[in-house]
């Protein structure tokens, strides 16, 4: 059964380490298009740059002709600039003319007022070229235009590409983070329901095999007072493999009483425990009534009563039930007067596999914590510990039932 649970951890960390691969290989993919795409901006930015400084000759060489000069060539270069936003500003700042522009305007004054608007923006953004329409007299400093223009839409669009894409990588490593933890406790709550269900086959024979003893010997001896306690014990067992044998199975809750599950804990340990542990227990008079598996319950209660005894290493000391009221809910408290737990463990004790025990596989407090919150829609922590004083574990079970 070990083996098997070992090729099964093997087999699922093979498949986490692929899929982390697979991440991180999404991830240098994004980044390299990250990269590809911003020099490819860059590289459009410059293009249309060059563009707009063939446009502005253009304007300049439009606005230096006279009758006599072709204007062909000049108005083609002119008109074909059909994605480009432009203004052509005077040296006053009032605009001449202005094209590809998505202005919404109810006249044309309003338009070149927002042109004027935009075009300002952009030339303190330095997005002009300026072109001296009186070349031969150098002092005529304030003959000139100034071409503003802006980014096409598909360079813009082109900019904002890397954010989104961006967004998707994270988006996607959000969702295989999300899909990695999920498939680990998958994972995990299969290797849970296999453990269990092979160890209730393993313990089903030889637990057959010893009621058939008890019988044999039953009527062999029929009045040795050793034969009852065996026979409660093998059916103790009957009830720990039948308790397994339902992990990975939804349990059907019932009403049952508090005060009644704890005692059979008291009184099971009470018989199984060194002279030295005192248990003692803490009730209300009035039966306190929520919804249980008392079966797997009573377990829960169990494990954490024996990892008391543990904790004292057999007595002296003292393990106290304390059950309580609450708004809405019931609390079950189990304090012993052992060892106590160090801070730095606290966080670790519901984790599969930890341990502070020579021996054993650090599953108790797992299970406990998986039949409270998950069958029993609970809550299960330490609520205090102490280094030599002992530890204090509080359990609080919804009340949807009147006693």
Do not use: C
């Not at 598909?154 to 988006?171: D, S």
């Not at 490593?173 to 999920?182: E, G, K, R, Y």
């Not at 992990?247 to 008291?266: Q, R």
């Not at 209300?284 to 008392?294: F, R, T, Y």
């Amino acid at each position: 059964m070990l083996l098997r649970y070992l090729n099964v951890m093997q087999w699922t960390d093979r498949i986490r380490q692929v899929k982390i691969l697979l991440v991180v290989a999404a991830i240098v993919i994004a980044v390299a298009s990250l990269v590809v795409s911003h020099f490819l901006t860059k590289d459009l930015e410059a293009e249309e740059r060059n563009k707009m400084e063939v446009w502005a000759e253009a304007m300049r060489s439009l606005n230096k002709a006279d009758e006599n000069t072709d204007l062909s060539l000049v108005l083609k270069v002119l008109n074909e600039n059909n994605t480009i936003p432009v203004i052509v500003m005077d040296s006053n700042g009032n605009v001449s003319e202005f094209r590809n522009l998505n202005i919404s305007a109810d006249n044309y004054d309003d338009s070149l007022r927002v042109a004027s608007d935009i075009g300002k923006r952009l030339k303190a953004s330095g997005r002009d070229i300026r072109i001296n329409l009186n070349t031969d007299d150098p002092a005529a400093r304030d003959d000139y235009i100034d071409v503003v223009y802006d980014d096409s839409l598909m360079l813009k669009r082109l900019a904002i590409y890397p954010f989104v894409q961006l967004g998707v990588v994270m988006l996607f490593v959000v969702i295989a983070i999300f899909a990695l933890l999920t498939s680990k406790r998958a994972e995990q709550n299969k290797v849970w329901v296999g453990l269990s269900k092979e160890t209730a086959h393993q313990l089903g024979t030889p637990i057959s095999s010893l009621m058939a003893w008890i019988e044999i010997l039953k009527e062999s001896y029929p009045d040795d007072s050793l034969i009852p306690e065996m026979e409660k014990d093998v059916k103790r067992l009957q009830l720990i493999a039948d308790r397994f044998s339902k992990i990975g199975s939804l349990p059907e809750p019932v009403p049952s009483s508090l005060n009644e599950v704890l005692g059979h804990v008291i009184e099971y340990m009470d018989r199984r425990t060194s002279k030295k542990v005192r248990m003692v227990k803490d009730f209300p008079d009035h039966d306190i009534i929520v919804n249980l598996n008392a079966s797997l319950f009573e377990w829960v209660i169990e494990n954490l009563s024996k990892n008391a005894v543990d904790a004292m290493g057999g007595g002296p000391g003292t393990i106290t039930l304390r059950v309580e009221e609450a708004p809405g809910k019931a609390v079950i408290e189990v304090s012993d007067t052992g060892k106590g737990i160090r801070k730095k463990d606290i966080s670790n004790v519901f984790r599969p596999g930890f341990t502070t025990k020579k021996r054993g596989w650090g599953l108790g407090l797992s299970l406990a914590k998986r039949i409270v919150e998950e069958y029993h829609k609970g809550k299960i922590f330490v609520k205090s510990s102490e280094v030599g004083k002992g530890t204090t574990f509080r359990i609080e079970l919804k009340r949807d039932v009147k006693a």
